[in-house]
Every structure is written in C-alpha cells, then in structure tokens.
C-alpha cells in the first residue's frame, strides 16, 4: 500500500527541469528540532527531539539519487511525505515540505529539502559525475 503523498511545494516550481549530472549536493535545512534525520536509500526518517513520539517520513524517488545523466523536474523527487504519532502506525499525510533547486559558491548546484523555520544545514553524500565520463565539465562551483 503506497504511503500518504502529503503537501509539497517546489522551488523554482514544480515543473523545473534539471539535469542530475550537475548535482554536486543534496542537503536538508531544518530547524533544531528535527535535526535528527536517517537515510536508507529510499526514506528520510525525521526524528524530534521535543516530541519523540511524531515521526516524520520523506519517500524519494530513488532514480534521482545515484548519479546518471538524466534530467528530472522537481515534482518527480518526492514521492510521499507523510507522519505517525507513535505508538500507533497510522500513517498522516504531512504538509511544509519545501524541495528548491539551488546554487552556492560551496556547494554548487543543488537539491535542498526544507522544513519549518530552518537553522540547521544537515548535508546528505550524493554520488557525483565519475571521472572518465564524457559530460562536459560540471559548471563551476563559485558563482
């Protein structure tokens, strides 16, 4: 049974496209509260520190995340965003989720999921072009 697909909004939009060979991160940019997030290649679980008993969930699509040279929109990158208030497994369709496309002088380009008034940076390890590809050189990381 697929997971509660929950409220997302896009920044840029939802329909814009970009080409994952140019990822160079993904990070997530949470308040202190759920700074406390696991990845198993599929879901982010969200953990809070001031009400353990919500558990927060973020279904990816897993064809975005390992590096290819396929473009994507970012409408296609969620799948379901949903929580539980332990300890029953009912799950509740989550709302404030924010997936923006952005650019840094560190970083370069990348996906960034956003929670309620942010203050942590959380980066996540996301594969990048390897070296003997034929790509050309990923646009430079300062602006």
């Known amino acids: 049974?697929?997971?509660?697909?929950?409220?997302?909004?896009?920044?840029?939009?939802?329909?814009?496209?970009?080409?994952?060979?140019f990822l160079?991160?993904?990070?997530?940019?949470?308040?202190?509260?759920?700074?406390?997030?696991?990845?198993?290649?599929?879901?982010?679980?969200?953990?809070?520190?001031?009400f353990p008993s919500?558990?927060?969930?973020?279904?990816?699509?897993t064809a975005w995340w390992p590096?290819?040279?396929?473009?994507?929109?970012?409408?296609?990158?969620?799948v379901a965003y949903w929580?539980?208030?332990?300890?029953?497994p009912v799950e509740i369709p989550n709302a404030g989720l924010v997936v923006h496309f952005l650019r840094s002088a560190d970083l370069g380009w990348y996906v960034q999921f956003q929670k309620e008034l942010p203050g942590?940076?959380?980066?996540?390890?996301i594969e990048t072009e390897p070296d003997?590809?034929?790509l050309a050189p990923v646009p430079p990381r300062g602006i």
């Open 132 to 134: 003997n590809y034929w």
């Open 67 to 78: 590096w290819s040279s396929n473009a994507y929109t970012l409408d296609h990158l969620v």
């Open 120 to 125: 942590v940076h959380l980066p996540f390890d």
């Open 54 to 61: 919500i558990v927060q969930y973020v279904q990816i699509n």
């Open 83 to 88: 929580y539980v208030i332990l300890p029953s």
């Open 24 to 50: 160079g991160s993904f990070e997530w940019f949470v308040n202190s509260d759920n700074d406390n997030i696991t990845f198993d290649g599929e879901i982010f679980t969200i953990y809070s520190h001031g």
């Open 1 to 21: 049974m697929p997971h509660p697909a929950g409220s997302v909004t896009f920044d840029p939009s939802g329909s814009f496209s970009f080409c994952r060979g």
